[in-house]
């Protein structure tokens, strides 16, 4: 727990699934640190941080809420249970469509920002998120190795050449083994 610049007593977790940066620190991509709790579930921290110490906290940031699977509840029972300001930050959705509960919550929400990156193909706001492989499981952690922030052009695009690169490859592989994870990884870098 830390006391803001404002006085408020602030504590930070963010999902213990995510390693990338640090594992006890929330890390943006250029290396800016906060210390936190990281854990698997929300509903134990108040447990884990003791009642005391949660009766004089002002406000709980979330970062990676996607990966929280009791982020509804959590929401619920600090914000309007217990009165805390509760601050979440998560990818609304997966490199498909929506991840996790991230919109179950938006209606709980006072305020909502819908933050942008860079199409890394054209330049243009980025709204969606490509992944480069072939893996199809929901949760796959990674950074610019496995995803690419894209427009919704280059996103549908995407989604298309790779959608044909893969009927082609499995065409193939009936014949002769190959290795197609690296063929969709080409169809992908001549977007
Ligand atoms: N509130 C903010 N104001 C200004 N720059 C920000 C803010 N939040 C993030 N950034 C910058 O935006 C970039 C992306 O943020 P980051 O947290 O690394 O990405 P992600 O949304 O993928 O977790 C970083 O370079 C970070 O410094
Ligand atoms: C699109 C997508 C992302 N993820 C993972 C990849 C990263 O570990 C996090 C997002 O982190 P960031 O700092 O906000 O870029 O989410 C995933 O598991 N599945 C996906 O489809």
Redesign the pocket.
């Given at each position: 727990m830390f006391e803001g610049n404002n006085g408020r007593n602030i504590a930070l977790i963010k999902s213990s699934k995510d390693t990338r940066y640090a594992t006890d620190s929330v890390v943006?991509?250029?290396g800016?640190k906060f210390p936190c709790w990281a854990s698997s579930d929300l509903m134990s921290f108040r447990q884990k941080l003791g009642e005391d110490a949660y009766e004089k906290l002002d406000v709980i940031g979330i970062d990676e809420a996607q990966f929280f699977e009791d982020l509804y509840d959590f929401c619920c029972e600090a914000a309007d249970q217990d009165g805390k300001t509760v601050i979440v930050a998560g990818l609304d959705g997966d490199y498909l469509r929506s991840f996790g509960s991230v919109l179950d919550i938006i209606p709980l929400a006072d305020t909502i920002t819908k933050?942008t990156a860079r199409c890394e193909v054209c330049g243009k706001r980025a709204f969606f998120t490509f992944r480069k492989t072939e893996e199809t499981k929901t949760e796959l952690i990674g950074g610019a190795d496995l995803y690419m922030p894209v427009c919704r052009q280059h996103y549908v695009n995407g989604q298309t050449v790779v959608e044909a690169a893969r009927t082609v490859l499995e065409s193939r592989k009936l014949h002769h083994q190959t290795d197609s994870s690296s063929q969709v990884e080409a169809a992908v870098s001549a977007l």
């Open positions: 943006t991509h250029d800016v933050l």
